[in-house]
């Protein structure tokens, strides 16, 4: 995949960007650049590689340290709801924005 300077031209105006020339054809090479890379990347074959958990797994074991999930703090639903100006069941109410 390539892009032109219209593609550019038109990219900037939905970022509402204001590009020089100069800088418009500087985007072009980067952004057609970073296409070349994507197709190289597409062009390796990965039939029969599983995905990393981590870039360290290629070269040594890891363990992921995730914690239990548990809850580590009291319930302190109804303290924290009596300064609240409007609470039903549990929830708190506010003013409906959209009409």
Known sequence: MSLNSQDIARIANLARLELQP?????????????????????????????PLNHPVAAVQDVQLRLREDV????????ANQRSAPAVERGLFLVPKVIE
């Not at 809850?71 to 109804?78: D, G, M």
């Open 22 to 50: 100069a800088e418009s054809e500087r985007m072009l090479a980067q952004i057609n650049g970073f296409f070349a890379i994507v197709e190289k990347m597409r062009a390796v074959d990965t039939a029969g590689v599983e």
């Open 71 to 78: 809850a580590s703090e009291p319930n302190q639903r109804e």
